[in-house]
């Protein structure tokens, strides 16, 4: 599980003056920032060369994500890096210029849907300029299937490009319809359907079965003969091409492991990767869960199922890190009274651990992200998703501190606080705890509140089926924010006083009712998990907090704020709603994860969000912010022998992507 970025929240303490820099690549509604790998040079040459084969493997994998993402992603990818780099006609015109920011766009998000809204991408350019564009380049370097002409590969892509109504969700979640057939990722075939899929998933099932694997995780679902067959995603399989050369590096990896620990869990990924089998997934995730004492780390494979409506198939993502020791002491605090925090969680005794096991935490320093961590980014991950194995053996907890800090710095004297907040009390409050608590919030979703509880036996991991994932970050959330009001975290001295959690119980109750929907457009309803998640904590809190005026929304000079009354009241409110989701996730009651989704998760209020957006655009600040990777040079003797590893931050976005496209572009373009 992950921790989206939520919506800076303004003017916040700085950050170390290197800690980020801006470029000047802002386009649409996107910010591209650096992020440094601080303590990089202090590291042993062997962790050096670590880094830089964990980074090679993080890389390989971006073509997958991009066809996950999209049937046609790769081939439009082609065209459009053909036309940008090759092109003889104007490249001042409009046309070229809105071709240009479209391509970014796509580079940004994998393919042609909005990272994180999931609607299609509208082009700013016609389709006679890009015809013609395409016809005016070298044809060999177009994505042409055996045969097929310019005029033919034009005919069959553009409607995916410039017809609204086509593919115009990659991942739909509204109730009442086949979110198969109405989703554009890739990762089911023509004809199937979702009744077919889940049917399919669920004959395979053995509630019997105390470790269970995750069913589907890493394949494309397809009609053969009118059968339903899965292509697995292997070396020998689909996407081989690309996993060969992710299993290249990782076998460099394995030469200069950390540890016994970490090289027998980089082996069994190798595995895994050779034989998609799903048991080898959980036999690597438990070693690699267990390897708590490397220094250099790394996340690598097909994890997260945000991106399939039915929440059973996995994205590809990697980042590669190491530890940032200092910053783990904060997070080691959590994780070391794991077992107390559960033991006084508010919920049923039939939800919890009776014991916590193996559960840690850390902080670290990103030294490159890949796949569906990059360009966009996670703040905090909690690994493996797996229940049985989080149950038996725990889980491992990271907040990204290069990266929160960076958000930080550039969330510094935006506008946004003075904007979005009338009362200069919290003002006050934010600007003193607010980065302490945003820190602690990431750490206590990530380390406790995935961490924490319990499913019913014979409750299955996908029982809350499309709403899992919501239910789920809603869950991590409640609890995070549950404790971060608690006087455990003053005496374990991870925060200073009893009015700092303030700060982010503000924060979140604005960010889910108001300032969250400058990332969707008009007239759209919430679709992405963690929006949905922030918006049902929020909404729920309001109405059932209505009556004893605990908080409201509230007219100041013709502009809506958030007014809360009652802090104790609402931390009250946060508990009831926690006891609540937990019993929907341990008992696996998909209707009642239904009607909380629904009811407050989904909906926007018209009027509301015309005001909010209103009020951001005149902040000029871009509601979206993403990273330019660094580059790793190795620097070798005369026998090829690598004696150390630069790190440079001075690669532009486009000269970035361009040569990810030219190095790490392992795919045919039509799997």
Not at 638 to 666: C, H, P, W
Request: aromatic fraction near 10%; proline fraction near 3%; charged fraction near 25%.
């Amino acid at each position: 599980m992950t921790v989206a970025l939520l919506m800076g929240s303004g003017a916040k303490a700085a950050a170390p003056e290197d800690d980020f820099e801006y470029t000047n690549e802002r386009f649409a509604d996107l910010q591209m920032l650096r992020y440094k790998v601080h303590g990089f040079e202090q590291l042993s040459l062997r962790d050096k060369q670590l880094v830089y084969y964990l980074s090679e493997a993080s890389l390989c994998g971006r073509d997958i994500l991009f066809d996950q993402n999209g049937a046609y992603n790769l081939r439009i990818r082609k065209m459009l890096e053909t036309v940008y780099t090759d092109y003889q006609g104007s490249r001042q015109s409009d046309d070229f210029k809105a071709m240009e920011v479209y391509l970014k766009r796509v580079w940004f998000s994998n393919g042609i849907h909005h990272h994180y809204g999931c609607e299609k991408f509208v082009p700013g350019f016609s389709e006679a300029f890009f015809r013609n564009a395409l016809k005016s380049v070298d044809a060999r370097k177009l994505p042409l299937a055996k045969g097929q002409t310019v005029d033919q590969l034009c005919d069959e892509v553009f409607p995916v490009i410039f017809d609204p109504t086509l593919m115009k969700m990659r991942v739909n979640q509204k109730d009442g319809e086949d979110l198969i057939k109405t989703s554009a990722s890739n990762y089911y075939g023509d004809g199937v359907t979702q009744a077919e899929a889940e049917a399919f998933y669920d004959a395979q099932k053995d509630t019997t079965d105390q470790e269970p694997v995750m069913y589907g995780l890493n394949s494309r679902l397809v009609k053969k003969g009118g059968k339903l067959v899965e292509q697995r995603w292997t070396a020998g399989g689909l996407y081989g091409s690309a996993i060969k050369k992710i299993i290249y590096w990782l076998d460099k990896a394995a030469t200069v492991a950390d540890t016994p620990q970490q090289k027998a869990a980089i082996n069994e990924l190798i595995k895994y990767y050779k034989t998609g089998d799903l048991r080898t997934f959980d036999s690597y995730s438990i070693l690699w869960l267990k390897d708590t004492e490397s220094l250099v780390d790394f996340t690598n494979g097909f994890i997260e199922s945000y991106g399939d409506p039915l929440g059973l198939k996995a994205s590809w993502e990697a980042i590669t890190n190491f530890k940032d020791l200092e910053a783990t002491k904060r997070a080691e605090k959590l994780s070391t009274n794991a077992q107390w925090f559960e033991d006084h969680s508010p919920v049923d005794p039939r939800f919890k651990k009776d014991e916590c096991k193996g559960i840690s935490a850390k902080v670290i320093v990103a030294a490159i992200l890949g796949g569906d961590l990059y360009p966009s980014t996670a703040i905090g991950i909690n690994l493996p998703n797996s229940n049985w194995i989080r149950k038996q053996h725990g889980s491992k907890s990271v907040t990204i501190g290069n990266l929160t800090d960076a958000y930080n710095k550039a969330a510094h004297g935006n506008g946004f606080n003075a904007e979005f907040i009338c009362d200069p009390v919290i003002t006050d409050i934010i600007d003193k705890y607010g980065d302490n608590c945003d820190d602690l919030h990431t750490d206590l979703h990530e380390c406790l509140g995935h961490g924490s509880g319990r499913l019913l036996e014979g409750v299955s991991d996908d029982a809350l089926k499309s709403y899992g994932s919501t239910m789920e970050e809603a869950r991590a959330d409640l609890f995070a924010l549950y404790y971060l009001a608690d006087p455990k975290l003053v005496e374990l001295g991870l925060t200073p006083n009893m009015d700092a959690y303030k700060s982010q119980y503000y924060y979140q109750m604005m960010n889910g009712l108001m300032t969250q929907l400058v990332r969707i457009e008009p007239g759209k309803n919430l679709e992405e998990a963690h929006m949905r998640d922030r918006a049902l904590i929020a909404h729920w809190a309001l109405e059932h907090g209505k009556a004893a005026n605990v908080c409201e929304l509230i007219k100041k000079d013709g502009k809506t704020y958030l007014q809360i009354n009652d802090y104790d009241a609402l931390r009250q409110l946060f508990k009831e709603l926690l006891i609540e989701v937990q019993r929907i996730k341990s008992e696996g009651d998909v209707e009642a994860a239904r009607q909380l989704v629904e009811t407050y998760g989904v909906k926007v209020d018209p009027e509301l969000h015309k005001e909010v957006l209103a009020r951001y655009q005149a902040l000029n600040i871009a509601p979206y912010k993403g990273f330019i990777n660094p580059v790793y040079t190795p620097v070798t003797d005369g026998k090829g022998n690598i004696t150390d590893v630069k790190v440079s931050y001075t690669e532009g976005y486009a000269d970035q992507m361009l040569r990810y496209s030219r190095d790490y572009g392992f795919l045919p373009f039509k799997n």
